[in-house]
Structures are given as C-alpha cells and as structure tokens.
C-alpha cells in the first residue's frame, strides 16, 4: 500500500500548491471575469483532470478485493466529478478572455488541454454506455476494455502535459522579467511541476503492475465479463 | 506493420519541422555562440532523444523476429547515437546562454528537460552493464528487465513533453506580440507539438501491445536469460 499512499500524498501536494500559486501570488478566487476568475483555472485543472481522474483510475486497484459493480459505479462517480470540475474550470478561463479580449485557442496549451478535456468527455460517455448500461454485448465490452484502459493512461498523461504548459505559459505572462532570477513564485510553479511528472510516473507504475490488478473472482466471472475466457474461446452471454 | 509505418512517418515529420522552424524562422544553424547556436538545440532534442530514443525501443517490436544479441546491440547502437546528439544539443544551449549572459536552469522547461537527460544516461550505462556485459548475474538481468522497460517509456514521455515546454517556451520568447494572432511560426510549432504527442501515443500503444511483443523462441533460452522460468522458479547460470 505504500505506493498508492504516496501517489496520494503528491497528488493533494499538487493540488494545495496550485491553490497556494493562485491564492498567494495571484490575490485568491472570485467568478467575476476578472483574474480571480482565471485562477480558478490551475486549480481545476490540476484538481479534476489530474487528480481526480488519477484517483478514479487507481480505485480499480485499491479497491481490487471489493466487488466489481461498487468499484465501477465509484470510477464512474469520481470520473463525472472530474468531468465537472474540469469544465467548471474551462469555462473560467474562456470567461476571463472574454472578459480581458483576449484571444482563445492560439496556444500549444490551449491545443494540448482542449484535446484532452474533449477526448476525456468522449472517454466518459463510452465508458458509460460500454460498462455501466447493459447496451453493449459481452464480445463488444471485452473487446473494448484495454482500449478504455490505454485511453485513460494516455489522458492522464495528456492532461500532466497540459498542465506543465499551462504554468510555463503563466509564468512567462505573469514574472516574464524575474523567472530567470529564481523568484519564489517561479520556483514554486515548478516545483508544482516536477510533483505532477512524480505523481504521473507513479500513476503510472501503480497501474501497470501486475501485483495491483484486480485479481480473478469466480463468483463475479459468472456475473461479469471474464475477458480471458472471452478472448480465448468461449463467450458468455451474460454481461 | 501499418503502426510503426505510421510511428516512423510521425516521428521523421517531427524532426523535420523542428528543421524548418529553426532553419526558416530562425536563420538555421552555426556554431559559433549565436542564436544559430541555440536553433540546434530544439532539432537535436527532437532527433536524439525524442526520435532516435523511439526507435531504439521500437528495434525489439520491428525485428522481434530477428536473433535477440543483434537487435540488443542495435538497440544500445542507436540509443548510444541518441545520447550524443542529445548532450550535442544541450552544450548548443549552454553555450548560446554563456555567449548571450542568459541564466541556466530556471525554468520548468530546463528542470524537465535535465532530469530526462541525466536519467536517459544512467537508464543507458545500467542498460550496458545489465544486458550487453556478462557483469549481472541472470537474476540480476531479470529482476531489473521490467524497471529498464518501464523507465524506457517514462523517459520518452519526458522527453516529448520537455520538447513541448521548450516550444511553449521558445514561442513566447520570440513571438510574443504574435503568437495570438495565429502566425504561421506559432501554428508550425504547435503543428509540431500535436505531432510530437501522437507520436508518444502511437509509441506507447506499439510497446504496450502483445502482439508486437517478441514470441517465445526456445533455442534463444538455452543462450539467454528466460525471465518467465527465472522469476516462477529455476535459475539458469548462463546469461
């Protein structure tokens, strides 16, 4: 358990560091187009699209000796928490563009995260309709899960990415003269930074081990999709 | 073969527009401490330790059908290729801020970009002294095959997504009045980081799927270490 621990421990430490950044250097959090508006951005960002969405991931491996059914409405939860708190921090930034006329999406950050978000909406909405609705059959869910796995890494990583460029970006904009003379904001951001690709490479190593997967269950192979089985012959027809 | 057709047309793309944006936008390349020095940074980040660093990895999924010492030597050849025109590119960029009395290190964008080359060196002389010199006994070799595979695809995502800050970075050095009006260098530098990320997803997908993997080959585990034998039971002494 040590390593889901510590995969926690970074994830809150890069969401309190992003309220820190905003609230300390940037005067705190308001919905009123102004820059408080904007700060709210990071914090989102980092709180829904990174660590939640970490979060959501891992419960197929902390929970792996709970039942199946509860671990996947739980994913489905903290996904669609994620998903909300995310949008709610897209909006504050195309508010405060608006607001400031400033331009939108002209930024490898502005492409990086857009896709993330749209592609990790999409990733919601299949997983719903394939796992949680009995729409899908039991040869169309088996053959769909390592895709929906591999999606969801790869959207984690794309949303890490994304927020490193967001705070380069923030940076050069906010202390573009005094971020080359190791000022404290800029130290701090990057600090924030370098617990986000600590935090990612953890992710990461928690979810490809094999000690960490759920392991097989006869009572729920009965129930649920046993893919083994699946792809090597036999093919049940209960979902 | 359609994947690693698609993952080499990505990747050779990458390399070239890094080309392009530095030699068209940018007056090419020199050595002699100018911003011609500096432009040969981000083409030999791209080629060394984005690109080359990729097709080291891909040689075991391309010739999985080849003797293993030949495709192991080809693998070290070719990351030993990555790892010169990387630290190339980085004296490129230490000697451009010596010449130009530019602080080192400051940004999130050098804090990753270090880290990824330091480890990318280690991950290459552990690579040497595990695999290629009979120095590591076969428990050895099989004990530490896994960590050399994952850090692999770790340092490779570090490495596109430090090029992502280096170009995050440089566009808002040298075109920062522009780049919200959509100028073609800012377009053709986030062209190349779009393409820089499905590059790293391709790879990720080509790595990560067994049918890529190398098969078994039998007369190959009398010569060489068998890891699935080694960590269920029996330890051979020949490595």
């Given at each position: 358990?040590?390593?889901?621990?510590?995969?926690?421990?970074?994830?809150?430490?890069?969401?309190?560091?992003s309220g820190?950044w905003m609230g300390?250097y940037h005067g705190g959090f308001a919905w009123?187009?102004s820059e408080k508006e904007f700060n709210l951005h990071p914090l989102c960002?980092?709180?829904?699209?990174?660590?939640?969405?970490?979060?959501?991931?891992?419960?197929?491996?902390?929970?792996?000796?709970?039942?199946?059914?509860?671990?996947?409405?739980?994913?489905?939860?903290?996904?669609?928490?994620?998903?909300?708190?995310?949008?709610?921090g897209?909006?504050a930034v195309?508010?405060f563009?608006?607001?400031?006329?400033?331009?939108?999406?002209?930024?490898?950050?502005?492409?990086?995260?857009?896709?993330?978000?749209?592609?990790?909406?999409?990733?919601?909405?299949?997983?719903?309709?394939?796992?949680?609705?009995?729409?899908?059959?039991?040869?169309?869910?088996?053959?769909?899960?390592?895709?929906?796995?591999?999606?969801?890494?790869?959207?984690?990583?794309?949303?890490?990415?994304?927020?490193?460029?967001?705070?380069?970006?923030k940076?050069?904009?906010?202390?573009?003269?005094?971020?080359?003379?190791?000022?404290?904001?800029?130290?701090?951001?990057?600090?924030?930074?370098?617990?986000?690709?600590?935090?990612?490479?953890?992710?990461?190593?928690?979810?490809?081990?094999?000690?960490?997967?759920?392991?097989?269950?006869?009572?729920?192979?009965?129930?649920?999709?046993?893919?083994?089985?699946?792809?090597?012959?036999?093919?049940?027809?209960?979902?």
């Amino acid at each position: 358990m040590h390593t889901p621990v510590a995969s926690q421990v970074l994830g809150l430490a890069s969401v309190v560091l992003s309220g820190v950044w905003m609230g300390h250097y940037h005067g705190g959090f308001a919905w009123d187009g102004s820059e408080k508006e904007f700060n709210l951005h990071p914090l989102c960002m980092v709180l829904g699209l990174v660590f939640l969405h970490a979060d959501a991931i891992l419960v197929y491996r902390v929970f792996r000796h709970e039942p199946k059914k509860n671990v996947k409405l739980l994913h489905g939860t903290i996904h669609l928490l994620a998903l909300i708190i995310s949008i709610v921090g897209f909006v504050a930034v195309f508010d405060f563009h608006r607001a400031a006329k400033i331009p939108d999406m002209y930024s490898l950050h502005s492409w990086c995260g857009m896709a993330t978000l749209v592609l990790f909406c999409l990733q919601w909405v299949m997983g719903l309709l394939f796992f949680l609705f009995p729409v899908a059959s039991s040869w169309l869910r088996a053959s769909y899960l390592p895709i929906h796995v591999f999606s969801g890494l790869v959207l984690l990583i794309m949303a890490i990415g994304s927020s490193l460029l967001g705070i380069t970006e923030k940076l050069l904009f906010s202390i573009t003269l005094t971020y080359s003379t190791f000022n404290p904001e800029g130290v701090l951001a990057n600090v924030l930074g370098i617990l986000l690709v600590c935090f990612g490479v953890l992710l990461g190593y928690l979810i490809t081990r094999e000690e960490y997967r759920r392991p097989p269950n006869p009572e729920e192979e009965s129930l649920s999709v046993h893919f083994k089985t699946l792809t090597e012959g036999g093919s049940p027809t209960t979902p």
